[in-house]
């Protein structure tokens, strides 16, 4: 994939060192806290979260992985239905903490699908939101809580996290590319939590 | 797949199998859950149209939709005005008037879901037709194979018993064999149909040459009300030729699976311990079979819209 | 005097061996004249320019469904229908409701037919009462009023001894008894040909052999009583070969043909179309060359329908269930015209499978074009491309697998008795 590299490898590993540190100093309890990871960008971001808790705190937080796409709004209107991504809840969420953890937020849609799924799974005392990237096109009232980077981007632009071999392992980035007419949609199901989806 | 009728694993390619079973390997998650419901198909209509009883598959389908927040109508024919020679096909037309996103098609009659698919605007699932197809079935039989095997090239899948009056055998001749396994039949020469090698399967008449070396097992139901002391003698010879039992099941693989479309004569296709216990995966054929449903209306019900239509960013 | 010329056209009469361009005058209801360039005052002139002029065609074997199922047809639609396909006479099975195993309803239907029917109709009556395959009709007394054949067609007498009766009582008034040939128990519930189509569609197969057994019976019942046989619609090539057996050996036995028989396998049952389903059912491509095989070189001796309508509410159910049989007349002449096109037969032989032949086997009028014959002939354009739909045609039924498909070879105009009847302009003229 080419396009404009807006952070590398090295600026995601420190911004999410910085994250784990607001975290631990916004939560007097760490143990309660259950960290979801929004599949597919969210999930390595996840792990290194986790990993960074357990070096600040000493405490292994659990780590879920929630897909959304059952939930998302726009699955009716599409051509063909979007590949499912893979869902593991590894305990409850009741009376827990729950950060969900996503690559790039723009709309604020899959957030808001993101909810909706976890509230399946159980009653949360709290939900917060980790983005790497926020791109701020919010079409819904959700706030991000922990952000990474700010991006402010246009519409036709995509933001995408992608590591090495096409996989999302190794070396991880955040690259812009400006697609076609702004507005336009990219195919749907494209993995990697594109923002100039429908859902972002 | 959208919008697509599903009429038979042969009308299948190998990438659209492939594309189901993932989908509904991740539907097998929602059924682990507290609430088993997630809103993917709120507002859509999925009809059941059984015109012959088959409880678990309807059952089954019901679930799936349900699973996925759908509307699901049964439109059975027992107490309904169909009768045997009214016209399926204006069955179908005044169900189309409705506005169904899919239709599940059950018949005793081979090609009737694909007549009323001809005709129908929605999506129509063979839910089993005569002795034609029952894709949804080896779709959960190759999902639960997956399961187990972790893999379906190169498998050896042994097919056993009724195969010339079996839809659930065809539709898993095709499957299997479009996957990438080798697919053996064998049965009372009485129950195997004309010139089966053209479905690409060999055929045996003993038992213990269609399992030497066999992944998986399958045996299926004998319609024992129908067929016996016309396609075989007695249930008692056939269980004594063809019903497996742990003994018998040596002659395959010793990991080899057993599996059942269901249900099953106890002491006739499966010794009663068999049926029961490993290795034989009936249950999770069951359990699956919500899934792979699931995962069917998902792919299916509803009908494509173009571009043009399609909610902008 | 009413006078009808038709002009320029190639004129093929196989009771002549004539295959020559000419015209050809019918006058008084009967073929006057033929030669070239005659001059004829106060004719009506039809032009048949690049067209065949032909004895009419005869159908040995069709259903009228009159009495007792004229919503499926009836001796006037399907009379219609007969003409608009170039046929000038039709025999018609006894499986009427009642069942044609009565003089009274055999008398019926001729009346109806005479004034009904642009074409001529000739009952076949029933071999056993009510098709029951027991108890032989009155032969004599049904010939008498007019039934030209015995048939339980629709059904087979499956009692070895009661078709050696029937064939036996037959000689008192030499008529052929038609046989459908099909062994019940060995049919079973097959509905399609039993092979690999079969398999793939999960529909119970109809083997060949149903068909075979039942004329190897009756071919030997028929050596052994001296009578004559008629098979109805061959479908096997076992069966062909029988035939062709028995004929060599001497027998006197006759065969027939339909044209679906002749250019559809079971192949075309691949999507569960109800009107691809007949008895005998679809057969395989071997079975099918061995009929065109057959009616080239003679050992068939008839194309025959086997006109059958059901109506579209009958046929919209599901395969199991769905009546046997499609329609024939309006199809029958562009669908065998692809044997004339594989060069399989030669325009004059055809001719003669489709009329002459069957004026040997029963005692129908027409087959010849010499002067003096009946005044029925058909003129066909061999070229003439046209897309057959059943809503359009003359019949009251649609159940064809023909229907919507382009055929090559169309019927212009058929004359009957001298009156022209049907113009494929002008539609059906009569009554």
């Given at each position: 994939m080419t396009g404009t590299r807006l952070l590398d490898d090295?600026?995601?590993?420190?911004?999410?060192?910085?994250?784990?540190?607001?975290?631990?100093?916004?939560?007097?309890?760490?143990?309660?806290?259950?960290?979801?990871?929004?599949?597919?960008?969210?999930?390595?971001?996840?792990?290194?979260?986790?990993?960074?808790?357990?070096?600040?705190?000493?405490?292994?937080?659990?780590?879920?992985?929630?897909?959304?796409?059952?939930?998302?709004?726009?699955?009716?209107?599409?051509?063909?239905?979007?590949?499912?991504?893979?869902?593991?809840?590894?305990?409850?969420?009741?009376?827990?903490?729950?950060?969900?953890?996503?690559?790039?937020?723009?709309?604020?849609?899959?957030?808001?699908?993101?909810?909706?799924?976890?509230?399946?799974?159980?009653?949360?005392?709290?939900?917060?939101?980790?983005?790497?990237?926020?791109?701020?096109?919010?079409?819904?009232?959700?706030?991000?809580?922990?952000?990474g980077k700010n991006i402010p981007t246009q519409p036709g632009e995509s933001v995408e996290l992608v590591g090495e071999g096409g996989q999302l392992e190794g070396a991880l980035e955040v690259l812009l590319e400006r697609s076609g007419a702004p507005g336009s949609r990219a195919g749907v199901g494209t993995p990697g939590g594109d923002s100039s989806k429908g859902v972002g | 797949m959208l919008g697509k009728d599903l009429l038979g694993i042969e009308d299948l390619e190998r990438p659209e199998i492939e594309r189901i079973l993932e989908t509904a390997q991740r539907m097998t998650e929602i059924g682990t859950r507290d609430v088993k419901k997630v809103p993917t198909l709120r507002g859509r209509t999925v009809v059941n149209l059984f015109f012959e009883p088959s409880t678990r598959t309807q059952t089954s389908f019901e679930i799936a939709g349900k699973r996925l927040a759908a509307d699901v109508v049964n439109f059975s024919t027992a107490g309904s005005s169909l009768s045997k020679k009214e016209s399926i096909l204006d069955t179908a037309k005044t169900l189309d008037a409705m506005d169904p996103d899919c239709v599940v098609v059950r018949h005793k009659v081979a090609g009737v879901p694909k007549r009323i698919a001809d005709v129908l605007e929605a999506p129509v699932i063979n839910a089993g037709d005569g002795a034609h197809e029952h894709p949804s079935q080896a779709l959960l039989d190759m999902l639960t194979v997956f399961q187990q095997k972790d893999r379906l090239d190169g498998l050896t899948v042994a097919i056993i018993g009724d195969i010339a009056h079996s839809r659930v055998a065809r539709s898993n001749i095709y499957g299997f064999g479009k996957m990438g396994a080798e697919v053996r039949i064998a049965g009372p020469p009485t129950m195997l149909p004309a010139d089966v090698e053209t479905l690409g399967v060999k055929a045996y008449c003993s038992l213990r040459e269609v399992l030497d070396g066999a992944d998986v097992v399958m045996a299926l139901r004998i319609q024992r009300e129908r067929l016996e002391g016309a396609c075989f003698p007695s249930v008692r010879e056939y269980a004594a030729?063809?019903?497996?039992?742990?003994?018998?099941?040596?002659?395959?693989?010793?990991?080899?699976?057993?599996?059942?479309?269901?249900?099953?004569?106890?002491?006739?296709?499966?010794?009663?311990?068999?049926?029961?216990?490993?290795?034989?995966?009936?249950?999770?054929?069951?359990?699956?079979?919500?899934?792979?449903?699931?995962?069917?209306?998902?792919?299916?019900?509803?009908?494509?819209?173009?571009?043009?239509?399609?909610?902008?960013? | 005097m009413a006078r009808l010329l038709i002009r320029g056209g190639r004129v093929l009469d196989p009771s002549s061996e004539r295959d020559e361009r000419a015209d050809l005058l019918v006058q008084d209801g009967s073929i006057a004249d033929v030669g070239p360039d005659l001059e004829v005052r106060g004719a009506e002139v039809v032009d048949a320019d690049g067209c065949w002029v032909a004895p009419g065609f005869i159908d040995l074997h069709t259903h009228l469904r009159e009495p007792g199922q004229e919503y499926k047809e009836d001796l006037g639609s399907g009379g219609r229908a007969a003409v608009a396909g170039g046929f000038t006479s039709v025999t018609c099975m006894a499986n009427t409701d009642p069942v044609n195993d009565d003089p009274a309803v055999t008398e019926y239907i001729l009346n109806r037919a005479r004034t009904d029917s642009?074409?001529?109709?000739?009952?076949?009556?029933?071999?056993?009462?009510?098709?029951?395959?027991?108890?032989?009709?009155?032969?004599?007394?049904?010939?008498?009023?007019?039934?030209?054949?015995?048939?339980?067609?629709?059904?087979?007498?499956?009692?070895?001894?009661?078709?050696?009766?029937?064939?036996?009582?037959?000689?008192?008034?030499?008529?052929?008894?038609?046989?459908?040939?099909?062994?019940?128990?060995?049919?079973?519930?097959?509905?399609?040909?039993?092979?690999?189509?079969?398999?793939?569609?999960?529909?119970?197969?109809?083997?060949?052999?149903?068909?075979?057994?039942?004329?190897?019976?009756?071919?030997?019942?028929?050596?052994?009583?001296?009578?004559?046989?008629?098979?109805?619609?061959?479908?096997?090539?076992?069966?062909?070969?029988?035939?062709?057996?028995?004929?060599?050996?001497?027998?006197?036995?006759?065969?027939?043909?339909?044209?679906?028989?002749?250019?559809l396998t079971d192949e075309a049952t691949l999507g569960y179309d109800t009107n691809t389903k007949m008895a005998p059912p679809l057969r395989s491509v071997v079975d099918v060359e061995a009929c065109r095989k057959a009616l080239s070189e003679g050992v068939i001796d008839v194309v025959a329908t086997d006109h059958a309508p059901h109506a579209v509410h009958e046929k919209e159910v599901d395969f199991?269930?769905?009546?046997?049989?499609?329609?024939?007349?309006?199809?029958?002449?562009?669908?065998?015209?692809?044997?004339?096109?594989?060069?399989?037969?030669?325009?004059?032989?055809?001719?003669?499978?489709?009329?002459?032949?069957a004026t040997r086997i029963m005692k129908v009028p027409g087959g010849s074009l010499a002067p003096g014959s009946p005044g029925d002939v058909v003129i066909l354009d061999p070229e003439r491309r046209w897309v057959y739909d059943p809503a359009k045609g003359y019949s009251k039924s649609r159940n064809s697998p023909w229907a919507g498909q382009e055929l090559t070879g169309r019927v212009v105009a058929t004359v009957v008795d001298g009156r022209l009847v049907y113009h494929c302009d002008r539609g059906v003229l009569v009554p």
């Open positions: 090295v600026a995601i590993r420190r911004a999410l060192m910085r994250i784990a540190h607001e975290i631990v100093e916004r939560h007097e309890s760490l143990a309660e806290l259950y960290l979801v990871a929004i599949p597919n960008g969210g999930v390595p971001l996840g792990r290194m979260l986790v990993e960074n808790l357990e070096k600040l705190s000493g405490v292994q937080a659990p780590l879920g992985i929630l897909d959304t796409t059952l939930y998302r709004d726009d699955v009716q209107g599409t051509a063909e239905r979007p590949p499912l991504r893979v869902t593991e809840m590894p305990s409850s969420v009741d009376d827990r903490v729950v950060i969900l953890v996503e690559d790039v937020v723009n709309t604020g849609r899959t957030i808001r699908a993101a909810m909706d799924a976890l509230m399946d799974f159980g009653r949360p005392r709290a939900v917060q939101v980790v983005a790497l990237v926020d791109r701020g096109r919010r079409e819904l009232p959700i706030k991000i809580d922990f952000v | 030729t063809f019903g497996l039992d742990r003994a018998k099941l040596r002659y395959a693989k010793d990991d080899a699976i057993v599996m059942h479309p269901g249900p099953v004569n106890r002491g006739v296709e499966l010794s009663h311990d068999l049926a029961d216990h490993r290795p034989s995966v009936i249950l999770d054929q069951v359990r699956n079979g919500v899934a792979l449903r699931m995962a069917l209306l998902y792919l299916i019900s509803g009908r494509p819209r173009t571009r043009a239509e399609s909610p902008q960013e | 642009p074409a001529k109709v000739f009952p076949i009556a029933a071999a056993t009462l009510g098709l029951d395959g027991e108890v032989m009709t009155e032969m004599a007394a049904l010939a008498a009023a007019g039934a030209v054949a015995f048939s339980d067609d629709g059904r087979t007498i499956s009692d070895a001894g009661v078709m050696r009766r029937v064939l036996e009582y037959s000689k008192l008034v030499d008529v052929p008894v038609v046989v459908h040939a099909e062994d019940c128990a060995l049919r079973g519930d097959g509905v399609v040909n039993e092979g690999p189509v079969s398999t793939r569609l999960g529909l119970p197969g109809n083997p060949c052999l149903a068909e075979d057994i039942l004329v190897a019976r009756d071919l030997m019942l028929t050596e052994l009583t001296g009578a004559r046989l008629h098979v109805a619609h061959i479908s096997s090539a076992g069966s062909v070969e029988l035939v062709r057996q028995a004929r060599e050996r001497g027998l006197s036995v006759t065969a027939e043909v339909t044209p679906h028989h002749l250019t199991a269930d769905a009546p046997p049989g499609v329609l024939g007349f309006e199809t029958a002449f562009g669908v065998v015209m692809d044997l004339v096109r594989e060069d399989e037969i030669s325009p004059l032989e055809l001719m003669r499978r489709m009329s002459t032949n």
